[in-house]
């Protein structure tokens, strides 16, 4: 069974597992990301939320309300390709959206399957982020539209 819920500073340690592991969007020195950037992120500059399967935290997604960015969605490269992307995606906007009505945007590597996830998720595409990377960009209307049952719709 899939659990998802708000990611708290003892998960760390295995979201920086995750975030290693994976085979796209790799960390050149992964170092580059402490447990001190996790924390700050879930905790002072936005929120982060994990999927447990089996109490093992299997994928997790982080956005930055400071910056108006997605910060990280990894997920577990074993256990890829069971929707736990998409259930982290959607609560992560339906959060943020929740929160402000500034336009979202993230980078993600050229020819990933990172990059046909968002489009298929209705992001659209905003550019370049970097040498190696496209940016996507998501309005809150953009969201809206294509999630008519979500919290911050006025009047609900």
Known sequence: MMLIREAKIEDIKQIQVIRNAVTENTLSDPGLV???DCKEFITV????WVC??????VGFS????????IWALFVDPGFEK???GQALHNIMLDWYFTQTREKLWLGTEFN???????????????????P??????????????GHPNHPAI???
Do not use: C
């Open 132 to 145: 190696t990377e496209i940016k996507f960009e998501m309005t809150y209307n953009d969201w809206i539209a």
């Open 34 to 36: 402490t447990d001190e």
């Open 112 to 130: 990933t399957r990172a990059e046909n996830f968002y489009r298929k998720a209705g992001w659209t595409e905003a550019g370049t982020h970097g």
């Open 45 to 48: 500059r936005g929120k982060g």
């Open 62 to 69: 982080i956005v930055d309300l400071r910056e108006n960015n």
């Open 52 to 57: 447990e399967m089996n109490r093992q935290i």
């Open 82 to 84: 069971l929707g736990i």
């Open 154 to 156: 006025p009047g609900e």
